[in-house]
């Protein structure tokens, strides 16, 4: 493996910003200064350019099942896309199947994702039970599939929906075997009758989606999620905050000294319930879970991150096509796939709408679309940072490019675009992984399968 | 100047850990790295040892009038001691004169300090009228001397007390002119009221300090402070905080969006009321005002550091002799000069109360002593790190070493040490400022006037 | 029937305290004031004493089955002992079982009661499933039996646990009709699980009852309904509130406006956790959901009746012997029946710790053991006071007497009591239910058979 | 004296509501029921009207000097129109001044009210300096003249403001002595600045008095009045309570068992900021402090006296001619006289806007416009309910009369109506004090001097 020395950039960590190079040394960073003497490496000019830890995007699902369809970017497209987006980790679910094997789901994951990744990669599981037969392989999942974070759903009622035992439960596992418990934090079942309600009065557009899922049902079952962690003195991070509402559950929890944590997603940041209302089903195409919110929402979001009450950005990348799988959802609000495709803009929306615009500073910019993760999910220092060991996972981003997001120059494989049309300023123009170029030049040029499975370090161990 | 390299530490940052080297050029950091070559650089080793960046103490009252006497250490003593705890940069406080021009009290201030500085240090302001005189002169001292931080105490009336008004025009000078307004937050009008209360039923021993400055009236000033900075639009930094109910008002304006941060010290820290009640006059080396807590305030501000409601620790460094100056309060507790010597210990008792104890993580240690104080006053990058670039203000800090703090060891003046026989583990071996050594394998070898003074950037430039 | 005129009495209610006389026609209040003239009437000589509104008990489960035995108090004994303690109408939880129709259970408890009660009474309704068949028949339980309050259990899992579907489905059922819903507040999952578990470490003492249901549960639960109840815009009832994490719930509720109330009962208000410690499995005397608590809550629930945050306070009496009874429970703390004997001095613990003590005014006093349940549940005017018009269901209460409260002289059938060996000041001397003396000079003088069925009114209707 | 029997009205009090017949003898309530016999006595006929307790007015401002000028009404002119509009007892601020004994100030407010007021009148005393003379004069104020509430402003700088050390030694005295202390909450050295600051900027219209007193400002203040009443251990009433920011620090303050009490006026409840910028200097009309806000407060302010958080209303009449007085601040909004004329059409108000749109229950409005002032100010029983034994201060309401409120109807000497053109719904037909009609059909019959002095308990005592 070659040397590299990426020159006259302007490094920024979650702590730090200055001018300077790298050089790397089969795959790790190794010195870093100022006129760096590299001699026998490759020379990769970042002039003009921030050159940013890659990111890691802590919540993903691709080439998952869900609602008899599958989500369209699998870990082929979906890696290459977020490598494109500057991405250059994800933290994958991989679901589990009630009475089967945890290994089994987890070898699953592997199968899915070995010969595909482009970039590396882990998995979270779901724990959707507490059976003997759990809590013997849990441990083991643990200790040698590296797999510290276990998800939890507190809504999906009837097919991934866990009650509140199993939450504790979970919970007062993680506590003693070093794991994080994640969150889908919605009351399911209540929201399983606003569904049902509104289907039986004809209420079947996209907009019913939103409505059916108030944020007050996000803000309660936060504050759940965080009132049993206290009492399991466990650690706890919520997925996908999109509200005041829970916003604050998390806030007062952490007042409290509570190890609770919270992520947003770029979408939650951005749009807003209007866009459920497009017409000729497009809202289709905004149907997360939990549902886009009203404006006011996303300021709070930005305080949060700002204030530190909040402290990382995922995707939530689950993308369906519209054509054949949204679809599936006409004429029943219920039935449209969940999620969307934000794996590839994530990074550069943050960029755009937090630095630009004066909401975020670079270092916090890094910290939550890459620093925390790696602290929270077991890859620090290994990844998530630019500093001597770290492995050289780099975005070289030039902040002057001005670009338009759309379906039609994104790379992802999914058939529409959720950002359509927004202007952002800055783009990743090289990626590395482990020192190799993935995007160079915003061209691909990497290899399907040379992402590599990330065995991951026990919470709070670094 | 000659170039070192410190080889082989840990070198640590607010957010990064790594194994490696950093050479140092012109007592700048020019390269960080594993196996650095350090050919024509004079090595330093730090093997076994942490590598902190300098710590920045943004409280000190160096040589400072109060009370009719002056605190007995000064630039001199004071630099050197601080150098000995791993303190490479002070903000100190220069003290106006209500009527006269600011820029006298900034001569003076320079004049003091400039012949005895061993570490470098900027000065705060203090604002004690917002006059035409001082509308006039204040952007100057920002713009000219660089000093863009401003004092207002609501406290000590009849002395430095400033009322809301002045406090308000003071937040939306501030604001205008890119400076962070400081505030001592506690209401000085009840409490003149309880002290001479006090004083007149005989009540003059050292614990009626405390008893008089009760924690609701310390909240209640920085509920104050805080709501006047959102109707400013303004940046606040609330020094020396105490107790819970300052903290929940901090953290209340944060999570409303606003610019609050607050800074609490090592006494709050570690030490408690009962040490007020100490005999043969012992407690009066424990005033401070706002004075020292019932002991379930600690946790509240440990939490607070852990989840970011608090962002640094100053010492406040206020010394005054037992002999001679502590004493002037016999027979009438508020003649106890307030104050007491922590600018030394400061470092060493975050990192062993702190990191040992598992409060803090290495990297919030790094923070809340060095980063964000470098960061809110104006400093960053040039101090507060080890980054390319910055000053090379390096502390080499055994984590093993274990002793016991003592008058009988500090190099303070002073004639107590405020921590008198509290063990520590871990202590600054060499401490490095601007790439020369002030402290040497545990001996001052620095120069008197060798400190810098520091011409600050405003708020919230980098 | 005959006339009476209650003389010289100091006539007392939620709002007035005067000096006066009542005369009673007919059952009914017809006329107050000073020197009436009795011609004609008989003379009820109140000299020396008050006279205030009979005490209305909103939660008593009298002749229930629970966990394979039933409560030893029927409606005979059960209302003998609350007419002693000053309490005339009695609200009874009518226990439905899921897939019968509501009328049969109504049915069964009007022949438990009809040829029993002493006082008069009503019942509340337990939902533990909306199906199409209890939409259908809600209603006219509703209009027909004047059934307008419906009680929700969020804990006791797979026994009489409601989904929060259910819940929120039965306060948009409450709002359409006018009813409104009641709680009992604790998170069943969890305590599910602790339970087991601790049964499972061979923790079965009583106390394990206690810690296996912490306050946090109820906090997090009571939060939960008021969230759901704001959702709805619908009206709720928390029954036996015993901590400050529920007090602050639902004055958090009420602060934003919900229709949030919430009751707390005697023992939550003397009692405390160390009861379920005492020996001998003496401690299953005191082993009521949810669980007595630490001493501290106490205090916070005074503070809540003082300033109207909790609104009313009830016996929740659900008496079992401890003999053959309380005693199913040993060696296992979960088969212990739930619940306590406080219908009978619900009433004078209240005037006793509440008046006497100087923690409620005489009015508070009268507003939360009558009048304000009478107004919530449809009850007012013809229950709760003492005004024209209204039902003459008065207790003569003398302030003076000293007594200590025992299973030796109580009047249930119960083989204990709850606050053996307390000091109460204060004891209802004569008690009348429209205008007919129950208890004359202590004793008792009713007829099995005399108390009347109350038809409700709507929640809101006056 | 003459009996009178008040027949047939629907009579309510602050817990009861009933259908009868009151008997009044020698100015008393002796006789409460249904078809009294009334020979001898004076029929008068309530059918089809309420018959409420006498309205009670804590908070006007009769012939009072403000800023150069003296409010237009006067003890005959306000105690007239008080009477037309329900009220039959007020309770007056008696202003002193700094130096003076406080006897003079009050023997002053003798000489104004003796001869002139029609309905029963009290005083509160303000408190501008806490000086040994008036340490020695309060407590023979409060035993000999009954005046047991004693103010303090938070705002008028160097006019009416006193320091929180004056607020807090006030405290102390209060509750030493038995009194309650009132503050006018605003934050007055902010505002004194703001408004110099508008002043300066050529911002002289009347909005710019709204604008340069936000609502932060009466927050803070009310939160900081509301610790040192805790710390104190003390009572606290706030008078005209405008925003949500208030109401918020009261509840907090209750919710931690303070005793601190919140009052409203209509004006706050029904009008709004955009009346300030009525043209042609309108708008100084509507000028008060705390000004009017924006009208999201309003909710704030119904939703509080809903819950309790706020207990009273109070009109804070302090009525100025629009010619020749409020056009004193022609140019200059500082020069408004502060303040308007609403003690006439406080008690309709409420009742329109409050029980007839549902947002406060009959009794809830007798409570707020009546009942808690008697029992904060130490006037009740004697005042403040329809009970035996309670004067005979009686509003016979009738509810179905629709009429405009104008000052060409009104009965206040003032120009201008503060509610011009509201249509309001229910009207006082006759109104007794002491027995005697002093409204009578809707027509003045009394007497000025009629009114008595009402020597006022001490607080708490009944
Ligand atoms: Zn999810
Ligand atoms: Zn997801
Ligand atoms: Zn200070
Ligand atoms: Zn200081
Ligand atoms: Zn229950
Ligand atoms: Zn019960
Ligand atoms: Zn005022
Ligand atoms: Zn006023």
């Given amino acids: ?96 199947t009630k009475g089967k094997p945890l290994a089994s789901a987890v070898n699953a994951w592997h199968a899915k994702s070995k010969e595909k990744a482009v970039i590396d990669y882990g998995f979270h599981l779901m724990v959707s039970e507490v059976t003997d037969d759990v809590l013997y392989e849990l441990p083991k999942m643990i200790e040698e599939e590296g797999i ?175 054509k054949g799988q949204k679809e599936l959802g006409r004429g029943d609000f219920s039935k449209i796939p969940n999620g969307g495709p934000t794996i590839e803009d994530r990074f550069s929306l943050l960029y755009s709408e937090g630095v630009r615009k004066g909401r975020l500073t670079l270092h916090k910019f890094v910290d939550v679309v890459s620093t925390t993760s790696a602290k929270l999910f077991g890859l620090f220092p290994q990844k998530g940072t630019i500093a001597i060991g770290s492995d050289a996972d780099i975005v070289i981003f030039d902040p002057m490019i001005e670009r338009t997001l759309s379906a039609a120059t994104h790379h992802m494989k999914v058939d529409y675009n959720a950002f359509e049309g927004m202007q952002v300023v800055g783009e990743p123009v090289s990626v590395l992984v482990r020192g190799e170029f993935v995007i160079r030049n915003k061209t691909f040029v990497g290899k399907p399968g040379s992402g590599q499975y990330l065995h991951r370090k026990r919470f709070g161990e670094q």
Avoid at 159 to 169: E, H, K, M, N, P
Avoid at 194 to 207: C, E, N, R, W, Y
Wanted: net charge negative.
């Fill in 148 to 322: 510290t974070s276990l998800k939890v759903f507190m809504a999906y009622k009837n097919v991934l929906q866990a009650d509140d035992g199993t939450l504790y439960r979970t919970l007062l596992l993680a506590k003693e075997h070093g794991a994080l418990v994640m969150v889908h934090a919605e009351n399911g079942d209540v929201i399983d009758y606003l569904v049902k309600q509104a289907l039986s009065l004809g209420q079947t557009d996209p907009i019913y989606h939103a409505l059916t899922r108030p944020p007050e049902l996000e803000g309660e079952a936060t504050g759940r999620a965080a009132g049993l962690t206290g009492l399991a003195d466990s650690q706890l991070y919520v997925v996908h905050v999109t509200c005041a509402q829970a916003v604050n559950a998390i806030a007062e929890a952490r007042m409290k000294g509570l190890r609770v944590f919270g992520e947003t997603c770029p979408q939650y940041l951005t749009l807003d319930r209007t866009y459920l209302e497009r017409l000729d089903f497009e809202g289709a195409k905004y149907v997360w879970s939990p549902p886009l919110r009203e404006p006011e929402h996303q300021q709070a979001l930005w305080d949060a991150l700002w204030n530190g009450q909040l402290q990382t950005v995922g995707s939530d990348q689950c993308s369906f096509n519209f």
């Fill in 1 to 96: 493996m070659t040397r590299k020395c990426i020159k006259n950039g302007t490094i920024v960590t979650a702590s730090d910003t200055f001018f300077g190079d790298i050089l790397v040394d089969d795959g790790i960073i190794v010195m870093i200064g100022v006129d760096l003497d590299a001699e026998g490496a490759e020379i990769v000019d970042a002039s003009g350019c921030y050159v940013f830890p890659g990111g890691i995007d802590p919540h993903t699902h691709l080439d998952m099942p869900f609602g008899g369809t599958v989500t369209i970017d699998d870990f082929e497209s979906g890696t290459i896309a977020a490598a494109y987006g500057g991405t250059t980790t994800i933290v994958d679910f991989c679901l589990t």
